[in-house]
């Protein structure tokens, strides 16, 4: 069987899943490296969620390295399948890419230009694209866009009040997460019809953090914007703030691009308010008065933007949660809810992520017949 292997490359992780090219997309192997850069370790599973090898690797373990670590380890391992192509998350895609695209060296150059609008993301992604394309020369790449899903958006949700002057260098809204809510808005087509044409507010609350408005199954708005810092407070992010404190922070504290990057997107929200850590689990076991104070601006802020998005839609009929945190802090879940009892009665359901099944998906969908030709 042909197979394609999903890559969703982080700046300390790589998480790989291996699909069969046929129109149920069976799962084959999965697994991921974390901890690249201190101590690396390869995890893999031949079901979907379960956890069956691990394997430490050696210090000094690059992206690269990992990579083909990650190759040997499938290649050696072929079961009745051959890898046939490859398809790669990638936070940007800019104006240009509104659905997937086979990666050449054109596309390169476009994805590089957008490195300054996702710095925590887009270069390992781009990275891994490059170290693939040396370990498996003639393997054809592909790039799945956490933009793309939104790119439906009409003139006001997409423009920031700016002046021209601005607004004529790109500058603009986007939104991400769009693999996640591509998935999420899948999963109510096949699992809960009626509510796919409903007003669904999706929220994807893991380590990054956001809001999608989804009308007919398309999104309408988010709260993420040009960046993936805007909207909600997330583990390291700082979310919404006011743009008049970030000049301030530059002055008064005398801080260069760099460390102002440095603070907003790896040191603030959740570590950043509480001083302890960004995981949301280790702050809702901690008794620390700071982790409940991050917490319960976590779950004040989530509501608030929960609401505006209903506001987007003129009401809401369903609210999803997925990731880390969606799916599995049942309290936090419990409270945003009732921060929202204010509104009329609306369904609440939790959809597993999955933006590597999304993405299989996708190429299925767009390039199936080349790819299996
Ligand atoms: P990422 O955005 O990096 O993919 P995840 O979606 O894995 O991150 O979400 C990470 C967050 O989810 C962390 O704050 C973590 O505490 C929380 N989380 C993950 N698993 C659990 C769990 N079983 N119980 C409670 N919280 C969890």
Known sequence: ???????????????????????DLPFLLGGKV?????????????????????HILPTGTTHESALSYVLDWLLSHQDGWTLDAAAHRIVHGGERYRAPVRLDAEAMRYLQSLCP????????????IDALAKLHTNLPQYGCFDTAFHTGHDALRIAYALP??????????????????????HCLRCDYPALSQARVVAAHLGNGASLCAMRDGKSIDTTMGMTALDGLPMGTRCGSIDAGATIYMQRK????VDALEQLLYNESGLKGLSGISNDARTLSESSDPR??????????KCTQHIAAMAATLGGIDALVFTGGIGENNAG???QITQGLSFLPIFENLVVPANEERG???????????????
Do not use: C
Not at 1 to 23: C, D, E, P, V, Y
Not at 165 to 184: P, Q
Not at 291 to 297: C, N, P, S
């Open 117 to 128: 609008l996702a710095p925590l993301h887009q270069p390992h992604n781009l990275a891994a």
């Open 332 to 334: 936090i879940r419990a």
């Open 164 to 185: 021209e002057s601005a607004r004529a260098h790109g500058v603009r809204r986007y939104g991400f997460h769009g693999l996640s809510y591509a998935w999420i808005a």
């Open 253 to 256: 504290m005398g801080l260069t």
């Open 1 to 23: 069987m042909r197979a394609l292997l999903t890559l969703n490359t982080g700046s300390s992780s790589i998480k790989f899943r291996l699909f069969g090219l046929g129109a």
């Open 291 to 300: 982790a409940r104070f991050a917490l319960d601006y976590f779950v004040w």
């Open 359 to 373: 993405m299989a998906l996708e190429i299925y969908e767009t390039f199936g017949k080349e790819l299996t030709r």
């Open 34 to 54: 974390t901890d690249i850069g201190g101590n690396a370790v390869f995890q893999v599973h031949e079901e979907e969620h379960s956890r069956d090898e691990t």
